[in-house]
């Protein structure tokens, strides 16, 4: 069986891997060249704004004390 790369889940695969690339590469060139709270526009009508996100979705339960990484990822696993 000889599939091409195009029928097979291979390109998804390298798509999927660009796509964590960038995404860590810019969080990471965010962190070392934004301060918390720092606003660089883009263009007109678009900010890159550096905030932190301590809870989970949206900040849901932020204020609470950190059982609930432990509760979703359980929950995750099971």
């Not at 091409?4 to 590469?25: E, K, Q, T, Y």
């Not at 678009?46 to 339960?61: I, K, Q, T, V």
Request: glycine share 8%; proline share 1%.
């Amino acid at each position: 069986m000889n599939k091409s790369i195009c029928s097979s889940g291979l390109r998804w695969l390298w798509l999927a891997l660009l796509v964590l690339v960038v995404d860590l590469g810019s969080k990471q060139w965010i962190l070392a060249n934004f301060a918390l709270g720092d606003t660089q526009p883009l263009i007109s009508h678009l900010n890159l704004h550096y905030a932190r996100n301590y809870g989970a979705a949206f900040s849901f339960l932020a204020d609470k004390g950190g059982w609930q990484r432990w509760f979703f990822a359980g929950i995750a696993i099971a």
